[in-house]
């Protein structure tokens, strides 16, 4: 199959994620994929120019070496509002030329304006168009004004595509809310695989950070939000004062000054232990380092109310226990018997992973939590993926 995949964040930087495991596990089977992408950062990327040409980056693996797609990242104007207008352009025009090109089979959308594009291209082109939701995009646009249009282009784009994907059970409810048809709706869960997600030695980490025998290694990976929670988790090991509880997090974001002025601040660079952005295959190390994993997002932010973070099935996977606040879409995905362990606020945490460690409970609630995702291997989730997709193209062929 020929696959063309747009999105609106940068494919080549950003953290592995769901579009990233399922466009390799397909390349790895034969097929090949095309994707549109955005510099998402530009703002930050520290290279001062008020537009970007055309680009073209070949050979692009972030999982599996063997594995190869080829990214597109049409060009923009690099001034804020003007950068959307620019966007409609370049990727209508990008879109245009990829169907001409390439020919896709199907055409897969993870964004909210080129994935309108894309489903008014494939529309007129008779080519199946399938819009997949990892995340309530809407609520990310950095320019709140543009949100009410952003939902609102979210809604024709679901009303009008031939099929309807979402990573869980909540965000299904939301799109079917927003105008998908039920009958052309699923859920296509993120994958695990367990060949890379297992324990680990870790005693380089240990002995890099500083991790001694006995202490309690509290561990978060991804972006780090402002809403993330971390910050608050951060300045209750100020009041615990315990030499022996350490907050481990691997990566880059929003709060990462922050969290290092906290550090700073509050002489924490024993407890508080901040790596900055880490090499995807490093992380099961890191997560084996750890004896709890966390998710202490606020339980009051709207993007957070409807997804299941890829990293809560990763964590999982290593049979570690997880600290989460009452996240509507993390508790009806796990339920509450599952490893997982919830709070209501993230200045709860520390105090959680105590009661934890003085119940010795982190071996048994590790178990349950492998068990549960056990089945959510790549190879049966890409499965699932790949017929959706045939199954997409049939339709379309016999109209």
């Known amino acids: 199959m020929k696959i063309l995949l747009t999105q609106e964040t940068d494919w080549l930087t950003r953290t592995p994620a769901q579009q990233h495991h399922l466009s390799e596990m397909l390349a790895k089977k034969g097929d090949e994929i095309h994707v549109i992408d955005f510099e998402i950062q530009w703002q930050k990327n520290g290279k001062r120019e008020l537009s970007s ?13 063997e594995a190869e797609v080829i990214v597109i990242r049409p060009g923009i104007i690099k001034v804020p509002v003007l950068v959307y207008i620019s966007m409609w352009f370049s990727h209508n025009k990008e879109i245009d030329r990829q169907i001409a090109e390439f020919h896709p089979d199907v055409i897969i959308g993870f964004g909210i304006l080129n994935s309108y594009l894309a489903m008014r291209a494939a529309s007129k082109h008779k080519i199946p168009f399938v819009y997949y939701w990892i995340d309530v995009l809407d609520l990310l646009i950095p320019t709140k004004i ?23 059970e909540k965000l299904k409810e939301l799109v079917l809310r927003l105008g998908a ?21 870790s005693s380089s ?13 509290l561990f978060f990976m991804g972006w780090l ?6 910050k608050e988790v951060a300045m209750q090991l100020t009041k615990v004062q315990n030499p022996h509880v350490k907050l481990l997090i ?52 709207k993007i957070m109310q409807d997804i299941v973070p890829i990293k809560m099935y990763e964590y999982m ?5 997880v600290i989460a606040t009452k996240l509507p879409g993390v508790v009806m995905e796990f339920g509450n018997d599952n490893g997982v362990e919830y709070v209501n606020r993230p200045e709860e945490v520390i105090t959680k992973a105590n009661e934890l ?33 045939g199954d997409s193209v049939k339709e379309k062929k016999k109209g």
């Open 225 to 230: 939000y402002h809403f993330s929670g971390l």
């Open 250 to 301: 691997v990566g880059d974001g929003d709060a990462f000054n922050e969290l290092q002025q906290i550090q700073k601040k509050y002489n924490l660079h024993n407890n508080l232990i901040l790596t900055g952005k880490r090499p995807y295959k490093e992380i099961p190390a890191f997560v084996s380092a750890s004896d709890i994993c966390l998710l202490p997002a606020y339980p009051d932010e």
């Open 53 to 65: 040409k055309r680009q073209v980056y070949e050979h692009v693996s972030k999982i599996y070496p």
């Open 357 to 389: 460690c003085k119940d010795g409970r982190l071996n048994e609630l590790g178990g349950k939590a492998k068990k549960f995702v056990e089945v959510l291997t790549w190879d049966r989730i890409t499965a699932q993926f790949e017929n959706i997709l």
């Open 205 to 217: 980490i240990k002995s890099q950070y500083n991790i001694q025998k006995g202490d309690i290694v």
């Open 146 to 168: 543009f949100q009410p249009l952003g939902r609102s282009v979210e809604r024709a784009t679901l009303k009008r595509a031939d099929r309807v994907l979402t990573i869980n």
């Open 181 to 201: 048809r039920p009958q052309s709706t699923s859920v296509v869960r993120a994958g695990i695989d367990f060949t890379k997600f297992q324990i680990t030695d």
């Open 317 to 321: 996977a290593m049979g570690k226990p």
